[in-house]
Structure formats: C-alpha cells, structure tokens
C-alpha cells in the first residue's frame, strides 16, 4: 500500500521560503500525479497544485507566482516550496497520490505536518 | 471556482444512528464529488467517489448520493470507530475546492 510523509522545518520566518517534501513509499512515484493540499487553523482544506512524475505542474491560481511543486523520481520524492511567506501560510500541509483520471483527485495522503510561519 | 458548502459543522451521534452530511456546490458539478474521513494524526481515507461509488474496503454501512450541485454521504448503524473529520471534494474544475468539514462526534 502506497504511503505517504511530509518532511520540513515546522517554523518559517515572515518573508521566507517554505520548503517541504513528500518521500513515497510502496509504490512508484511514475504514473500518477502528486499533490499538495493545506488547511490553516480552525479552517477548510485549500488544494495547491500537483505534478506529473514527467515535470508537468497545475497550481492554483490564488498561489500562483509563489508556490513551485517539482519530482525527484530517483528518490522516489516530490516537494513544495512557497515564496514570501506571511502568517496567513500557517497551516497543515498535507501531500496526496492523485488521480490522473480524476483530474487529480486525492486518493492516497500523507498525516500533514505543521508549518508555523512567526518571527 | 466551484465554492462547496457543507454541513453540519459539527453533530453528534449514538451508535446504531443514520447521519446525513451535506455538501452542496455552486454550480453543477455533474458526479465530481468524493468524500473523505480523517481522524486525528492520521491521514485521510477516501471513502466515496464520483458521488456515490464506494472506494474499495470501505464498509457499506457508508455511502454517497447527489448529482449536479447537492450531495450527500450517509452512515448507516454509525459505530464508534466512524467518530472522525468528514469533507467533501470536487474535481469538476480547478481549482479543486473542499468543503468546510463535518466533525463527527460518537456519544
């Protein structure tokens, strides 16, 4: 069964970049397309964007400009970075497997980890 | 974008009970609609898709309803173990959009 962890620092300062990544375990990371989602506090999930194991990307529109999805294939890996970070950013960041058929529908997601963005 | 309005926010339940959530979007979203459970520090589960498929090993006591723009996830004879955070997903459009959630609560 295809698994999922987010990895990254839990505090990021004003203005800085947010870096995550998602290691894949149980399957490959060819073929599917994989995900960031995030959930502020005491708030709904946004989704943020996938990417194709090929490089190809799909972001939301409200990121756009800061946020860059990009795959390691060779580590089996796939990590996020936003720019320009407020406190707005503070969230849950969850990574999911999705699905190429369903226009990138979340099937397999990882437990989140907690991104704090404070001075 | 596709706004979701779910709801409730919050319920509780007895074991044995019927529990209806609610998911409806601003425009028609045809069958686009998934469901998800989580429960805390755990990932989430994808329990229904395309509105009313049951995702493979999910009980059947769960199920979904809904076409166009109002869905709805059903739990039939609620158990103890379904106490969880419930939301909706739609992927007619992008960019994909989630419900506020439903936590579930099991006296």
């Known amino acids: ?119 | 974008e596709t706004t979701l309005t779910q709801s409730p926010a919050f319920m509780s339940a007895t074991p044995g009970d019927k529990v209806n959530i609610s998911c409806k979007a601003s425009q028609d979203i045809d069958d686009d609609m998934n469901w998800y459970q989580q429960k805390p520090g755990e990932a989430a589960i994808f329990i229904i898709q395309e509105a009313t498929t049951l995702v493979p090993g999910i009980p059947p006591r769960f199920s979904g309803s809904g076409y166009g723009t109002d869905f709805t996830l059903t739990i039939n004879n609620i158990e103890s173990e379904d106490a969880a955070y419930y939301f909706c997903l739609q992927h007619d459009n992008f960019p994909l959009t989630f419900g506020q959630g439903t936590k579930l609560e099991i006296k």
Not at chain 1, 37 to 43: A, E, S, V
Not at chain 1, 62 to 82: A, E, H, Y
């Open chain 1, 1 to 119: 069964q295809v698994q999922l962890q987010e990895s990254g620092p839990g505090l990021v300062k004003p203005s800085e970049t947010l870096s995550l990544t998602c290691t894949v375990s149980g399957g490959s990371i060819s073929s599917y397309y994989w995900s960031w989602m995030r959930q502020p506090p005491g708030k709904g999930l946004e989704w943020i964007g996938y990417i194709y194991y090929s490089g190809t990307t799909n972001y939301n529109p409200s990121l756009k400009g800061r946020v860059t999805i990009s795959v390691d294939t060779s580590k089996n890996q796939f990590s996020l970075k936003l720019s320009s970070v407020t406190a707005a950013d503070t969230a849950v960041y969850y990574c999911a497997r999705s699905l190429i058929a369903a226009a990138g529908t979340p099937d397999y997601w990882g437990q989140g980890t907690l991104v704090t963005v404070s001075s």
